[in-house]
């Protein structure tokens, strides 16, 4: 698949650029498409990033016979990956990476945005207390001040992992320079996207963007 990929700082950042990724983008940001066409387009293009950002997972020989023969093929590597989720509209993201990667273990990572002071709250964890060797990819759908995913990086980081890839589907510029800003230089760390769109608005919300990704996969709360 066709990838625009550029180094940032210390920051690898890889833009899907493919005609079925911007179909699938325009019915997902357009707010007539019902939730149950949302999830399914948000699997279908998760799977399509995972590919790529998978493409440097660790793989080591393995023996095996064919109908016909003895060979030596791949295996993905131990420790299994780490896929975490940020709650909750990086639950919406889980189903369509773990089609493609369906060894990965899967830990859960509870934050939020106060929409009040834009600060980043920590309600829930369900994660390994030692990622040392494990390659973490972290899911949340909006990429847009940055503040959630320095955040989720550096909570891994705390407990060893120093290979994070961030899968989004869309990026807002002032979040990407953040994140070339604020996350750690000694963490492997590396962002996949659909798109970069325009900007943020005054309430922190990626123009044009789809709206509230939480909201639109599950629905509101009240």
């Known amino acids: ?42 699997s279908e293009l998760v799977m399509l990033e995972a ?12 023996e095996i016979e064919t109908p016909i023969c003895p060979m030596v093929g791949k295996h993905i590597a131990s420790p299994r990956p780490m896929v975490v989720p940020i709650l909750r ?8 990476m773990t089609r493609l990667l369906p060894t990965a273990e899967v830990g859960f990572l509870g934050m939020k945005r106060d929409e009040a002071t834009l600060d980043i709250v920590t309600y829930a964890n369900r994660l390994p207390d030692d990622l040392t060797g494990r390659q ?10 940055g503040g959630t995913l320095v955040a989720a990086t550096h909570y891994l980081a705390e407990r060893g992992a120093k290979d994070v890839t961030a899968i ?3 990026a807002a510029p ?28 005054d309430q922190a919300y990626i ?16």
């Open 136 to 145: 973490c990819f972290l899911l949340d759908p909006m990429l847009a001040t």
């Open 1 to 42: 698949m066709p990838v625009q990929g550029v180094t940032l700082g210390i920051m690898e950042l890889h833009v899907l650029d493919h005609p079925l990724v911007e179909h699938k983008l325009t019915v997902l940001r357009d707010k007539n498409t019902p939730s149950n066409t949302f999830r399914e387009l948000v």
């Open 89 to 96: 509209a990086g639950l919406g993201m889980l189903d369509g």
């Open 174 to 201: 002032e979040g990407l320079e953040r994140l070339k800003r604020d996350i750690d230089p000694s963490i492997d760390f590396k962002v996949v996207v659909c798109a970069i769109d325009e900007k943020l608005n």
């Open 207 to 222: 123009v044009p963007g789809l709206g509230d990704a939480g909201d639109r996969l599950y629905g509101l709360i009240d």
């Open 168 to 170: 989004n589907i869309l």
């Open 51 to 62: 590919y790529e950002a998978t493409r440097n997972l660790e793989i080591v020989d393995r």
